[in-house]
């Protein structure tokens, strides 16, 4: 294999490992320099499409990748702030293959002017005067609508007159047509106060910060109170505004009029690896982000490895003669003797601290990136971190090989059935799936059907001498699990099995005698397992119930036939399973089975109960049902 296919196999396989969602990509060449920055909904869509169907790529796009040595990607929350950091790193970084946008196209901010009686409208230029920005918006639509409702809710002043107060007591201004139609109260003049006017201006900041429950209440009144008018024309003007309140997003951390010259740096610490995201905000926009891993022995504390990133990136930026930053936001606070000029903050709340979270967001990813190409690569590592991480989430004395789940199925009571499912290593094992029908149990009672199934599984497991599993989960919460636990102390297993229950509704795990549930991490893998092997214990449970509903449904109507005896039912049943293939079947071959007097008697019932109703029902046709080699548990 030549260098350049060993590249593109390279690249493609990073490829293969983005993640589906928003954010910004960089394709670099064979020196490391970035030739190309892009934005995308969808980042394994859109990279994957430049090394798919090239022929219909333009000359330029052909030219540039081949050029492609790696890439790096920058995931967001949104696609509005992958467009805006798309801008920022352009502007910055300048790569060759991009439209360079020009300084001056800029995206649209909302300004609040530093002056008396100030006014609101939009800017794109950034004057450091004392004025309050917001934004930037990624779309001019949106700002404008936002200053349309600041508008319409708060009648504040267009003019760029000079409201100073000793200009308004001259006398020279006179009031103009805003005035007249409402839209302003004539401050100019000396008819609304200051006082009343900035109380307007709070009002318009807390929508512009994003709090947009007085304007909610204001509207929903207003609504109501022209709807009970019979105004029904203005109130459904006001209810359109409380639609554009629902659908407004104030600002994009991405760029921040907040935020100064700072940097961001992050490190997660878990399963054996370590991770770092650097961040730097440049006039309160993010111009780098870059995400790398670190290795070592591993066994450091999180604040030895924090200090040993930032000394890595310091390092790097001064030998690109870039100085030291003056603040760097960062999870806790490093060994700051090593860095004195350096000012470290642990926010807790704002910006900054949606930064730490996006810089937190990109380590995951990484992370996750890192696992998947183990997994391909190396499936038994792969198998044995996951194994490891679930021992110690669970805090179970060993690790998790062979799990067994079960899961209870009936109708008010009726049919009732039970299901177990097997996962060894992580992954289902379909062979050893078993159903159990009812047996001892009348009516609805899950935790006593629980307790009979778990007592027969394993009183069979221990006579034939089979291996017991690893850990048992029980679908449901505190009731399921105690009866549960309760069959294992009467065959002696308390002890030598490990059992939880998973409750649905906030996906809680509960161990035996815990009255409090334990909480695993939402995104994490030991939770997956536990809800995969959890919902296809209830798939399998429900297959099962319904196909015996539909032959109790179809022995039921058999019996109805007169002169067929419980033997003739079963060996109908098994060889045909629904009424309308008995209806197919000649008469002669029917004989076969049954007799010719028995299947005379069937053919002519079964005529005339399809005269009868027409047709035979769908439901009677029920859908081929796979797993043959599942055995009916005992």
């Known amino acids: 294999m030549t260098h350049e296919q060993t590249v593109e196999q390279r690249v493609r396989e990073k490829v293969a490992l983005l993640p589906e969602g928003p954010g910004v990509y960089q394709f670099l060449n064979a020196e490391g320099t970035i030739i190309y920055v892009g934005k995308a909904k969808n980042l394994k869509r859109r990279v994957s499409s430049y090394f798919v169907s090239r022929a219909d790529h333009t000359r330029k796009v052909q030219v540039m990748v081949r050029q492609i040595a790696d890439l790096r990607h920058i995931v967001v929350g949104s696609e509005a702030d992958a467009l805006l950091l798309e801008n920022n790193l352009i502007k910055e970084l300048q790569p060759r293959y991009n439209i360079l946008l020009k300084d001056s196209k800029s995206y649209p901010w909302i300004v609040i002017k530093n002056e008396p009686f100030p006014r609101i409208f939009s800017t794109r230029k950034f004057i450091k005067d004392g004025s309050l920005y917001f934004g930037p918006y990624s779309s001019v639509s949106m700002q404008r609508a936002v200053l349309e409702l600041i508008r319409g809710l708060y009648p504040l002043r267009t003019c760029k007159l000079n409201l100073a107060p000793q200009a308004i007591a001259r006398g020279t201004y006179s009031v103009c047509l805003e005035y007249h139609i409402g839209n302003c109260k004539g401050p100019c003049v000396g008819l609304q106060s200051e006082e009343e006017y900035m109380a307007n201006i709070a009002a318009a900041k807390n929508i512009l910060r994003g709090d947009l429950r007085p304007a909610e209440a204001y509207f929903t ?118 860095f004195p000029t350096v000012n470290f903050t ?86 050893e799936y078993r159903h159990f029908n009812i047996k001892t149990v009348v009516g609805a009672n899950d935790f006593a059907s629980m307790e009979e199934v778990l007592t027969r599984r394993y009183g069979r497991l221990q006579a034939e001498g089979q291996p017991l599993p690893d850990l048992i989960v029980i679908d449901g919460g505190k009731g399921q699990l105690s009866f549960a636990f309760a069959a294992l102390e009467k065959l002696g297993l308390r002890g030598r099995v490990s059992v939880v229950g998973l409750a649905k509704r906030m996906e809680e795990v ?46 039921s109507e058999l019996e109805n036939v ?52 027409g047709s035979l029902s769908p439901e009677e046709e029920p859908a081929p049902t796979a797993a043959p080699d599942l055995e009916i548990g005992r």
């Open 221 to 338: 009144a207003e609504m109501k109170r022209l709807a009970e008018g019979l105004h029904f024309e203005q109130a459904a003007r006001a209810k359109d505004r409380l639609a554009l309140l629902a659908d407004y997003s104030s600002r994009s951390v991405i760029v921040s009029a907040t935020l100064t010259n700072l940097e961001v740096v992050y490190v997660l610490h878990d399963e054996g690896t370590a991770f770092c995201n650097h961040m730097r905000i440049v006039r309160g926009a993010v111009v780098h982000s870059f995400t790398f891993e670190m290795r070592g022995r591993l066994d450091e504390s999180p604040d030895e490895l924090l200090t040993f990133a930032l000394g890595q990136i310091f390092g790097e930026e001064r030998e690109e003669g870039i100085p030291l930053p003056r603040e760097v936001i960062v999870p806790m606070i490093p060994d700051a003797e090593l």
């Open 510 to 555: 509960y161990y035996p005698g815990d009255p409090l549930p334990h909480y695993l991490d939402k995104t994490g893998e030991s939770l997956r397992i536990l809800m995969h092997i959890r919902d296809e214990a209830h798939r399998f449970g429900i297959t099962f119930h319904r196909q015996k509903r539909s032959i109790n449904f179809l022995k």
């Open 562 to 613: 007169p002169g067929l005896g419980k033997t003739s039912i079963d060996r109908l049943l098994k060889k045909y399973r629904t009424l309308a293939r008995m209806g197919r079947t000649p008469q002669e071959e029917l004989a076969e089975l049954i007799g010719a007097g028995r299947a005379k008697i069937l053919t002519d019932y079964l005529r005339g109960r399809g005269e009868a109703a």
């Open 346 to 431: 642990v926010p807790q709340r704002g910006d900054k601290l949606e930064l730490l979270r996006l810089a937190e967001k990109n380590c995951k990813i990484a992370r996750l990136e890192k696992f998947k190409q183990i997994e391909k690569t190396d499936p038994d590592r792969h198998t044995d971190r996951i194994m490891a991480r679930m021992q110690k989430d669970l805090r179970l004395p060993v690790e998790p090989r062979y799990i067994e789940c079960f899961d209870n199925s009936n109708i008010q009571g009726t049919n009732p059935v039970a299901s177990c499912v097997v996962f060894r290593d992580g992954r289902p094992s379909r062979k």
